[in-house]
């Protein structure tokens, strides 16, 4: 079955503790983005790669890392979590990116706490 | 600064009741809008794609349109089942960026 997992699907930390939220798609996409969705503020994008070691800043990328060593995986890195990245979290990919005709296929969401 | 506001931010229907949803935006060069539905619990699942004003794609229930300025969404004759939270974003380059709205939260009863 075609789709994007995400791992794990919850996770409670403490502030300044480093953490990975996975993110693997099984359909050979180039392009793979990460989100955070907050109530009123809707989704924000946070770093998207159109492919291997290519990857560029979203709207809101301040205390996040990623990289993309294969097609598959874009792992999300922070390194010292704080209160204020608590939040929802989604990873989606596409064929192509944003612009031509491949929509999005989004994960099912890692609710991240950060206390 | 670009934006994206979407409008009501909350809708509560009668089955059968039909209606609109706005998705109104401020961006230099739009390259296209996009429509999703998300679930509770789920993540967004995709529903459209317009690119030139004038547009309109339909899906069952459901019809988008898209204007220089904004962009609908109407659902016609709703069922519960179409109740979820509708988003719409927009990308004025062709790889990478994607701004969302905030969207809205449909509720169709019985």
């Known amino acids: 079955e075609a789709q994007v997992t995400q791992n794990p699907r919850y996770l409670i930390t403490v502030t300044g503790k480093k953490l990975t939220v996975t993110c693997s798609q099984n359909?050979?996409?180039?392009?793979m983005s990460w989100y955070r969705q907050d109530p009123g503020l809707g989704l924000r994008q946070i770093y998207y790669?159109?492919?291997?070691?290519?990857?560029d800043k979203g709207d809101v990328p301040e205390g996040y890392k990623v990289s993309r060593k294969e097609k598959r995986n874009f792992p999300l890195i922070l390194e010292s979590p704080s209160p204020n990245q608590t939040s929802l979290y989604f990873c989606?990919?596409?064929?192509?990116?944003?612009?031509?005709?491949?929509?999005?296929?989004f994960g099912n969401g890692t609710r991240l706490t950060v206390t | 600064e670009d934006q994206v506001t979407q409008s009501p931010e909350a809708l509560r229907l009668q089955e059968g009741e039909s209606s609109s949803l706005n998705c109104s935006y401020t961006?230099?060069?739009?390259?296209?809008l996009f429509w999703y539905r998300q679930d509770p619990g789920k993540g967004p699942e995709f529903l459209f794609t317009?690119?030139?004003a004038g547009e309109e794609k339909e899906k069952e229930r459901l019809k988008a349109t898209l204007t220089k300025k904004e962009s609908f969404l109407h659902i016609t004759a709703p069922k519960p089942e179409d109740s979820a939270t509708y988003l719409c974003?927009?990308?004025?380059?062709?790889?990478?960026?994607?701004?969302f709205g905030a969207g809205t939260q449909v509720v169709v009863t019985p």
């Open positions: 317009l690119y030139s």
């Open positions: 989606a990919s596409s064929l192509y990116g944003t612009a031509v005709n491949s929509p999005l296929h």
């Open positions: 974003a927009v990308t004025t380059d062709s790889w990478g960026k994607l701004q």
């Open positions: 359909m050979n996409h180039e392009y």
């Open positions: 790669s159109m492919n291997v070691e290519v990857t």
């Open positions: 961006v230099s060069g739009l390259r296209g």
